[in-house]
C-alpha cells in the first residue's frame, strides 16, 4: 500500500456576490462572475471545520488523526492556535497534535507537504496527518482584490497506506521580491505593479515545474492534469500557457465563479481534479506565491473506489458546490459582513464574553456537539445529562456525536430584535433522525422560504465576538440537496 492523500474535502460558503452588484453601487469595480462569500459567521476556523469534516466523512476517520495541520493568511487568533478549535470540532483525539501554519499563501503548499511527509515517514512509521488550507479574503471597496477574491477551504488526509494520489516529485524556486505584501496590524494586502511580478513569476514557475518533472522522472507529455495557481492573475495566465502540456490538461479555471481562494485554492482545484481523474493517471499542482512550488502526483488504483464512497455518502463535490450557491447577497450586506459598513445594531445589550472554564467543562458538547444517549430507555438527551429525563436513570449514559446527523424543523420562530450582523435571527428547533430536540439558531438560509419539515444538517460557526474573544457554536443550515429538490433546481 503507498502514502499519500487518502481522502479530501472542501467547502464553499453557500452565499455568492455578483461582481455586477459592486459596479452597481460604486460605478466601477465590478465585472463578470461571482465571488464567494464567507457568512456573518464564518471564518476561518469555521471553513476548516466544515472541509475537514468532508475529508473525514469518507476513508480514514477521526480516529486515526494523528497531527491537525491548518494553514491560514487569517488566522482567527495570533496569540492563541486556531488548529485547537478545529480539533475539537472534529473530536480528534486527545493524543492528536494540532499546530498552526500562517503567513503568506506560500504556507497552504508548505502544509500540505509537511503532512505528506509525515505519512510517508521512513521505517513504517509514518503518521496520518489531516491538512487544512483555509481562506477568507477581502480588500477595499472596489478594489479588484475584492472583486477577484474568494473564501473557501479544502482538506487532505494524508495517510501512510490506502492512497488515492501519491507524491512522485516536487520542485521548487525562491526568490525575493515586493509584489505583495501586508504588516501585522492591517486588513488589506498591497501588491507592486503587475509587468514586475509576471516578470518574475514565470521563470521561477518553469524551474519549478521542470524540477519537478525531472524529480518524477516525467515528461511534460505524461501529464493528464495541471493545476496552476496564485495571487498574481497575468503570472498564472502566462505560467500555464507556458507550460508546454497537452491541449486539455489545464484545469478549469475556478476564478470566474468562486473568486481566487487565495492559500485554499491550489487545494480546492486538486480536489476538483481528484473527483473526475481516472486510476493511474499524473496530476501537476504548480502555485505562484513568492516564488513557485510544484507537486507532482499520481492517482491510484483505490481512486474509483473513493469517488463512489464519496457519491454514496453524500459528500458534495466542488462542482456541485458551486452550483448550490446563492447569488443574490447584496453589496452593502457583504460590506457589513465584512467590517466596512458600520450599522446600528439592534438595541439590546452586547453579546459577553464566554468564560473559558464554563466554556472547558462542556468542550464536547460545545465543539463536538456530542450529545448522551441512555442505555436503559435508548432516550437521547441534547446537551448531555447525567440523569435521564425519560426514566430517571442516573449515570447510564452513552456518549453521542451528532454533529453529523441530519434532522428536521419542527417549529421554528423569526427573530427582528436579537443581536446579530445579519438581522433576523431565525431560530429553530430541530427533530434529529434517530431520536433527541434541541432549539438552536439556523443560518444561510432566507427566513421566508423556510417551513416546517425542511431538512437540515448542523454546521460549525462563530456566534459571535466579544472582548476579542470568539464563541463558536453549532447552527442547523437547511440541506442543500432538499432545498434543491423543493424549488425544482
Request: net charge negative; with cysteine; glycine share 14%.
Amino acid at each position: 500500500m503507498s502514502s499519500g492523500i487518502a481522502a479530501w474535502g472542501t467547502y464553499l460558503p453557500f452565499w455568492r456576490l455578483r461582481r455586477t452588484a459592486i459596479a452597481g453601487v460604486l460605478g466601477s469595480g465590478g465585472g463578470k462572475g461571482t465571488r464567494t462569500v464567507a457568512s456573518h459567521d464564518e471564518d476561518t476556523t469555521t471553513l476548516a471545520v466544515e472541509a475537514g469534516r468532508r475529508a473525514l466523512a469518507v476513508g480514514p476517520g477521526a480516529g486515526s488523526v494523528q497531527d491537525l495541520l491548518l494553514s491560514t493568511p487569517d488566522p482567527g487568533y495570533l496569540d492563541k492556535t486556531s488548529a485547537t478549535t478545529v480539533h475539537a470540532a472534529l473530536g480528534l483525539g486527545r493524543g492528536c497534535g494540532a499546530y498552526d501554519f500562517a503567513g503568506s499563501s506560500r504556507s497552504a503548499v508548505g502544509t500540505l507537504l509537511q503532512g505528506l511527509g509525515a505519512a510517508g515517514g521512513g521505517g513504517g512509521r509514518g503518521r496520518t496527518t489531516l491538512a487544512v488550507l483555509s481562506e477568507l479574503r477581502t480588500g477595499l471597496a472596489g478594489s479588484a482584490e475584492e472583486r477577484d477574491s474568494g473564501d473557501g477551504a479544502a482538506a487532505f488526509v494524508c495517510a501512510p497506506d490506502g492512497a488515492v494520489a501519491e507524491l512522485v516529485g516536487r520542485g521548487a524556486a525562491s526568490d525575493e521580491f515586493l509584489d505583495r505584501w501586508r504588516v501585522p496590524g492591517e486588513a488589506d494586502s498591497h501588491v507592486w505593479e503587475e509587468r514586475f511580478g509576471e516578470g518574475l513569476y514565470v521563470p521561477l514557475a518553469r524551474e519549478a515545474f521542470a524540477a519537478a518533472l525531472k524529480d518524477a522522472g516525467l515528461a511534460e507529455g505524461d501529464v493528464d492534469h495541471a493545476v496552476v495557481t496564485g495571487l498574481h492573475v497575468r503570472a498564472v495566465r502566462s505560467a500555464a500557457a507556458s507550460l508546454g502540456v497537452r491541449d486539455g490538461v489545464l484545469a478549469p479555471d475556478l476564478t470566474g465563479v468562486v473568486g481566487n481562494l487565495g492559500a485554499a485554492h491550489a487545494g480546492v482545484a486538486l480536489c476538483d481534479v481528484l473527483e473526475r481523474a481516472q486510476p493511474g493517471q499524473v496530476i501537476v499542482v504548480l502555485s505562484l506565491a513568492d516564488g513557485a512550488d510544484a507537486l507532482v502526483l499520481r492517482t491510484t488504483g483505490a481512486l474509483d473506489d473513493a469517488q463512489r464512497a464519496r457519491i454514496e455518502a453524500g459528500v458534495p463535490l466542488v462542482g456541485e458546490q458551486v452550483a448550490a450557491g446563492r447569488d443574490d447577497l447584496s453589496y452593502a450586506t457583504f460590506l457589513t459582513w465584512r467590517g466596512q459598513l458600520r450599522r446600528e445594531p439592534p438595541r439590546r445589550p452586547d453579546p459577553e464574553r464566554p468564560g473559558a472554564p464554563t466554556v472547558h467543562r462542556s468542550e464536547e458538547w460545545k465543539y463536538a456537539f456530542v450529545g448522551s444517549r441512555c442505555l436503559v430507555c435508548g432516550f437521547r438527551h441534547m446537551p448531555p445529562t447525567r440523569a435521564c429525563l425519560s426514566c430517571h436513570a442516573i449515570d447510564q449514559m452513552q456518549a453521542e456525536r451528532l454533529a453529523d446527523v441530519p434532522g428536521t424543523v419542527a417549529t421554528f420562530t423569526i427573530d427582528h430584535l436579537a443581536f446579530s450582523l445579519s438581522p433576523p435571527v431565525v431560530g429553530v428547533i430541530v427533530d434529529f433522525d434517530g431520536g433527541g430536540r434541541y432549539r438552536c439558531e439556523i443560518t444561510d438560509v432566507v427566513a421566508s422560504e423556510l417551513a416546517v419539515g425542511d431538512r437540515v444538517t448542523m454546521t460549525f460557526r462563530r456566534v459571535w465576538t466579544a472582548q476579542g474573544v470568539h464563541n463558536y457554536f453549532w447552527k442547523a443550515r437547511p440541506a442543500g440537496k432538499a432545498r434543491a429538490a423543493e424549488r425544482g433546481e
